[in-house]
């Protein structure tokens, strides 16, 4: 089992940045990033990075936002900049075997709890 512990999220004016982070309670993951969810949509990939440092981002925000990883921490960072109205969304902390459509095995996947993005416009 994996514990995942968010904080970061908040209100912000159209353009402004905010920075997300998420620890995980262990080591060897494979894949850590972030997914979102807005109202009546599905939950979908924002950004993911492996432990070699390798990221995946949604094309509407590769050139806005950057993901990191601090393996020695256990802890991946999303910076959000240029924040606009359409990036509102719970943003949920992901943890586990998926890379976009990439599986390796053994599969296991862990969520956090979600934390709110609200852009204004």
């Known amino acids: 089992q994996v514990q995942l512990v968010e904080s970061g999220g908040g209100w912000v004016q159209n353009g402004g940045s905010l920075r997300l982070s998420c620890a995980a309670s262990?080591?060897?993951?494979?894949?850590m990033g972030w997914y979102r969810q807005a109202p009546g949509k599905q939950r979908e990939l924002v950004a993911v990075?492996?432990?070699?440092?390798?990221?995946k981002y949604r094309d509407s925000v590769e050139d806005r936002f950057t993901i990191s990883r601090d393996n020695a921490k256990n802890t991946v960072y999303l910076q959000m900049n240029n924040l606009k109205p359409e990036d509102t969304a719970v943003y949920y902390c992901?943890?586990?075997?998926?890379?976009?459509?990439?599986?390796?095995?053994?599969?296991?996947?862990?969520w956090g709890q979600g934390t709110q993005v609200t852009v204004s416009s």
């Open positions: 990075i492996t432990s070699g440092g390798t990221p």
């Open positions: 992901y943890a586990g075997s998926r890379f976009g459509l990439q599986r390796r095995t053994p599969e296991y996947d862990y």
């Open positions: 262990r080591s060897s993951i494979w894949v």
